[in-house]
């Protein structure tokens, strides 16, 4: 299976700001998905990310506020923009692979804006 | 109505019981997950089974593909088992996720 390293872990950033979130895969994988956990929420998510093309939004999340990049096919950022307090979340990349579990996550960003 | 329901919400044992988490879906799938989360937020993969039994260690994931129904059970629970359980089956080539279970072994 692939192997993600997700950074950063956790950070607490002031409203208005801004926060990038990386992942970086072992390998080429194709699509990316970035998800949201809200606090004792299940996981939704934002967008997925395909190399080459511009990444596919969920209804509810715009690009404007989550601008994500793809520039291979092993690395993508995600970044949440002008931070409020309701984007106080676990952030989680996943990539599809074909080891055998099917999908492999990333360690997560604990996200607290203050 | 969520697709991917789980149950139960929270659960506690005491150290070595016999522990079931029970998942249910609405739609045919193609497989579906076992995923653990531990309070950092971090997510492992456990199972993807798309039919019968899998084992791993203490682990065992069950479905019924007929009943859309999947159970994982762990044996001789320990306090490391203490974690979110989360199922996840894809849907339109996305997984969907139940709202999880929150596991506490007591020791």
């Known amino acids: 299976s692939a192997v993600i390293s997700q950074k950063p872990s956790r950070d607490i950033c002031q409203r208005g700001t801004s926060l990038t979130i990386q992942c970086q895969v072992d390998s080429q994988v194709t699509m990316m998905f970035w998800y949201r956990q809200q606090p004792g929420q299940s996981l939704t998510l934002i967008a997925t990310a395909n190399q080459g093309s511009e990444a596919t939004y969920e209804s509810g999340f715009v690009i404007d506020k989550f601008p994500i990049s793809r520039p291979n096919l092993t690395f993508s950022t995600l970044t949440v923009s002008n931070m409020s307090p309701e984007d106080s979340s676990i952030y989680l990349c996943?990539?599809?692979?074909?080891?055998?579990?099917?999908?492999?996550f990333g360690s997560g960003t604990r996200l607290t804006v203050v | 109505k969520n697709e991917v329901e789980q149950s139960p919400q929270n659960l506690t044992a005491q150290e070595g019981e016999f522990i079931t988490i029970n998942c249910s879906y609405s739609v045919g799938i193609s497989a579906l997950h076992w995923l653990q989360q531990h309070p950092g937020g971090g997510i492992v993969s456990l199972f993807m089974l798309s039919s019968g039994k899998k084992k791993h260690g203490r682990l065992i994931a069950t479905i019924n593909i007929q009943e859309k129904h999947s159970s994982l059970h762990i044996t001789a629970s320990h306090p490391r088992d203490s974690a979110v359980y989360i199922c996840a089956a894809p849907l339109n080539e996305k997984l969907t996720f139940g709202t999880g279970t929150r596991l506490t072994i007591i020791p």
């Open positions: 996943s990539v599809r692979d074909i080891g055998l579990y099917g999908y492999t």
